[in-house]
T-cell receptor, first 108, second 115 residues
Framework: QKEVEQNSGPLSVPEGAIASLNCTYSDRGSQSFFWYRQYSGKSPELIMFIYSNGDKEDGRFTAQLNKASQYVSLLIRDSQPSDSATYLCAVNTDKLIFGTGTRLQVFP | DVKVTQSSRYLVKRTGEKVFLECVQDMDHENMFWYRQDPGLGLRLIYFSYDVKMKEKGDIPEGYSVSREKKERFSLILESASTNQTSMYLC??????????????FGPGTRLTVL
């Protein structure tokens, strides 16, 4: 079992819709969780992190964490074509473990 | 803003050459990392360093070495480049463990092609 799992996608959503990206992890001792956005040919860019159960909102982005179920999700409201990218989930145990990413496509 | 820079965006080398990839960060971060990223395999940790002159192996250290002589600089060395080392190489830095949540900030990446 992979330590951090993401559906590779692509996830296709229309402009203006909510995009929901999910990530599950195996280590119950994980303390903090990160979402990175990576445009094609570019390096990952940190969007937000979360460390407590519940929701954390930052603009159009909301991270959701459920430690009991070992999943973390990222919601993108009012999706824009410029949100089209690969989204990497990363989980901190004693080091940062990255998922392989979900490719999001937002079509006009 | 954290700034992590890498010496080259694109690099083409021949099999057997010794290759140096340089990374510099300007935020006084203690931790620095080298990853490679390949399609379908995601980010794989090669080496990391928590302090000057200190290094630890990541998940795929074979064929690589590192050097950290100054806090802001972390170098990745391919002792004898091979075609299977063709990849995107990403450097990252993060502040001290225990005082942060270990978020890492990435440089722009070096796309290395070994012929």
């Amino acid at each position: 079992q992979k330590e951090v799992e993401q559906n590779s996608g692509p996830l296709s959503v229309p402009e203006g819709a909510i995009a929901s990206l999910n990530c599950t992890y195996s280590d119950r001792g994980s303390q903090s969780f990160f979402w990175y956005r990576q445009y094609s040919g570019k390096s990952p860019e940190l969007i937000m992190f979360i460390y407590s159960n519940g929701d954390k909102e930052d603009g159009r982005f909301t991270a959701q964490l459920n430690k009991a179920s070992q999943y973390v999700s990222l919601l993108i409201r009012d999706s824009q074509p410029s949100d089209s990218a690969t989204y990497l989930c990363a989980v901190n145990t004693d080091k940062l473990i990255f998922g392989t990413g979900t490719r999001l496509q937002v079509f006009p | 803003d954290v700034k992590v820079t890498q010496s080259s965006r694109y690099l083409v080398k021949r099999t057997g050459e010794k290759v140096f990839l340089e990374c510099v960060q300007d935020m006084d971060h203690e931790n620095m990392f080298w990853y490679r990223q390949d399609p379908g395999l995601g980010l794989r940790l090669i080496y990391f360093s928590y302090d000057v002159k200190m290094k630890e192996k990541g998940d795929i250290p074979e064929g690589y070495s590192v050097s950290r002589e100054k806090k802001e600089r972390f170098s990745l060395i391919l002792e004898s480049a091979s075609t299977n080392q063709t990849s995107m190489y990403l450097c990252a830095s993060s502040p001290l463990r225990g005082y942060s949540y270990n978020e890492q900030f990435f440089g722009p990446g070096t796309r290395l092609t070994v012929l």
